[in-house]
Every structure is written in structure tokens, then in C-alpha cells.
């Protein structure tokens, strides 16, 4: 590590590290001038609350992509919030245009790491959180890659309201069973599915995604969980 990569350690020492493309093609020039104008009106950061009502409804999108879904449910409820994270600037971009074309005004939006807006939220704050087809990272040796982790999933369980929701979406079964075995292990999750149909079932009011269409295309099936914030073990002993 040179003295550069130190030092940045050292200014940012609990940002994770972010893999996968940070970019794709070159911005328009209206994508450029969203960017650059639209987009400090939005930030999420440093407060993702403050632009909110204090007892709005607020919910979380982790890694939006091209902004379809997180534009859909803020076109359909607009007396709630949203916050966006996006890393990846073409999608950030992209959810701009829809914002503007739409004229949303219940939008935060984070272009980065979401461990950052984690971290300025308080305790119990937010309705519902939303992971929607993260990348797989595949290989074994990418497992440590992965969004979903044991520190991220704790964090989550921080923000989220009692019986508030957390939403979970992938087509990958390694995946799949990783993020179940760790986000069951937290303790504080409620699973309350009675069958596969209530996996294989997409949520309400949802608005198919690109990523959605190319599961289907590549000839895999779709999964969506959701899981309950409850009580800690240790809050449960408490309690008795």
C-alpha cells in the first residue's frame, strides 16, 4: 500500500471497499448537466432524513441500477420517501432523467457506497429496505465480495423499524442459500414463508426490472424473500 492509499485508509476508515464497474459509456451532455445540477438537490448525504416529514414513511433501495423500480414506487406512493445508493454512475444518471422527466420530489439519492448513508441514519428509522438482484460474485474466491455479510445485515436490522421490511431479490441459488443462511444466523429476522410460492412470487405492485427479464432469458428463476425485523435473542431473554 503506498502512502496515497494510507492515507486515504486512514480519513475513511469504515468505508468498505466497492468492486464491479464504477461507469459504463460516456454521459450525454444532459446526463453530464443532471449530474452536475440535479443531483446536489438530492443528496442523501450528509442527512438522508432531513428532507423528509418526521413521520413519513421512508424506504431504502440498495444498489437501484437503471432506477426502475425505485421511480416506480415513488410515481406510486408519493407521500412516502426514498432513498437510492447506486455506485454505478450511468444509473445514477439514468434515475436523474426519470426524476426530472417525472418531477419526483420524494427522492434521495446516494451515487456510492451505502455503508455511508447506513451510517448517518439513526436507529429505527425506515419502513422497508430493498436488495434487488445485487451481483452475485459467483466464484468462491469472490464470496468475500458479496454485499450481503454479517456486519451489513446487522447494520440493517439498526435502521429498520420494528416489524419493518427487509427485501431480498436474487436468481442465483448460490446466492440465494448464502444470504438466507446469514440473514436467518442474525437472530433478529423473521422468515415467515409457508411455501415455495411465497418465494417464487414476486412482491406486490412490482414492476418487472431489466434484471428481472434477464433471469428469465438465461433460463433462471427469480426469488423473493422477505424478512420481518423482530427481536433479538438476547432482547427475547430480556423480556421473559
Same mark, same amino acid.
Given at each position: 500500500?503506498?502512502?496515497?492509499?494510507?492515507?486515504?485508509?486512514?480519513?475513511?476508515?469504515?468505508?468498505?471497499?466497492? &468492486?464491479?464497474?464504477?461507469?459504463?459509456?460516456? +454521459?450525454?451532455?444532459?446526463?453530464?448537466? +443532471?449530474?452536475?445540477?440535479?443531483?446536489? /438537490?438530492?443528496?442523501?448525504?450528509?442527512?438522508?432524513?432531513?428532507? %423528509?416529514? #418526521?413521520?413519513?414513511?421512508?424506504?431504502?433501495?440498495?444498489? %437501484? @441500477?437503471?432506477?426502475?423500480?425505485?421511480?416506480?414506487?415513488?410515481?406510486? %406512493? #408519493? =407521500?412516502? @420517501?426514498?432513498?437510492?445508493?447506486?455506485?454505478?454512475?450511468?444509473?445514477?444518471? *439514468?434515475?436523474?432523467?426519470?426524476?426530472?422527466? =417525472? @418531477?419526483?420530489?420524494?427522492?434521495?439519492?446516494?451515487? @456510492?457506497?451505502?455503508?455511508?448513508?447506513? /451510517?448517518?441514519?439513526?436507529?429505527?428509522?425506515?419502513?422497508?429496505?430493498?436488495?434487488?438482484?445485487?451481483?452475485? &460474485?459467483?466464484? #468462491?474466491?469472490?464470496? *468475500?465480495?458479496?454485499?450481503?455479510?454479517?456486519?451489513?445485515? !446487522?447494520?440493517?436490522?439498526?435502521?429498520? *423499524?420494528?416489524?419493518?421490511?427487509?427485501? %431480498?431479490?436474487?436468481?442465483?441459488?448460490?446466492?440465494? =442459500? &448464502?444470504?438466507?443462511?446469514?440473514?436467518?444466523?442474525?437472530?433478529?429476522?423473521? &422468515?415467515?414463508?409457508?411455501?415455495?410460492?411465497?418465494?417464487?412470487?414476486?412482491?406486490?405492485?412490482?414492476?418487472?426490472?431489466?434484471?428481472?427479464?434477464? !433471469?428469465?432469458?438465461?433460463?433462471?428463476?427469480?426469488?423473493?424473500?422477505?424478512?420481518?425485523?423482530?427481536?433479538? #435473542?438476547?432482547?427475547?431473554?430480556? =423480556?421473559?
Amino acid at each position: 500500500m503506498n502512502v496515497n492509499q494510507e492515507q486515504k485508509k486512514q480519513r475513511h476508515p469504515d468505508r468498505r471497499k466497492l &468492486w464491479g464497474r464504477a461507469k459504463g459509456k460516456r +454521459l450525454s451532455p444532459h446526463q453530464t448537466s +443532471l449530474m452536475e445540477n440535479l443531483l446536489p /438537490q438530492l443528496r442523501a448525504l450528509p442527512s438522508p432524513l432531513e428532507n %423528509f416529514e #418526521p413521520n413519513q414513511r421512508v424506504t431504502l433501495e440498495i444498489g %437501484f @441500477g437503471g432506477g426502475e423500480h425505485l421511480l416506480h414506487l415513488a410515481r406510486r %406512493f #408519493p =407521500d412516502e @420517501g426514498f432513498i437510492g445508493a447506486e455506485p454505478f454512475l450511468n444509473g445514477v444518471a *439514468k434515475t436523474l432523467n426519470g426524476i426530472s422527466n =417525472d @418531477g419526483l420530489k420524494n427522492i434521495r439519492i446516494h451515487h @456510492g457506497d451505502v455503508s455511508m448513508v447506513l /451510517q448517518a441514519l439513526p436507529d429505527a428509522c425506515l419502513e422497508r429496505i430493498y436488495i434487488l438482484y445485487p451481483d452475485p &460474485w459467483p466464484k #468462491p474466491r469472490h464470496y *468475500k465480495r458479496r454485499l450481503i455479510q454479517e456486519e451489513f445485515i !446487522a447494520e440493517l436490522f439498526r435502521v429498520l *423499524k420494528p416489524n419493518a421490511e427487509l427485501r %431480498f431479490a436474487s436468481d442465483i441459488v448460490s446466492y440465494v =442459500d &448464502w444470504a438466507l443462511a446469514r440473514i436467518l444466523r442474525h437472530g433478529g429476522f423473521l &422468515w415467515r414463508a409457508n411455501s415455495a410460492a411465497d418465494w417464487l412470487t414476486p412482491y406486490k405492485n412490482w414492476p418487472s426490472t431489466r434484471y428481472e427479464a434477464k !433471469a428469465f432469458r438465461e433460463g433462471r428463476t427469480p426469488h423473493y424473500f422477505t424478512f420481518i425485523k423482530g427481536k433479538l #435473542p438476547s432482547e427475547i431473554k430480556r =423480556d421473559k
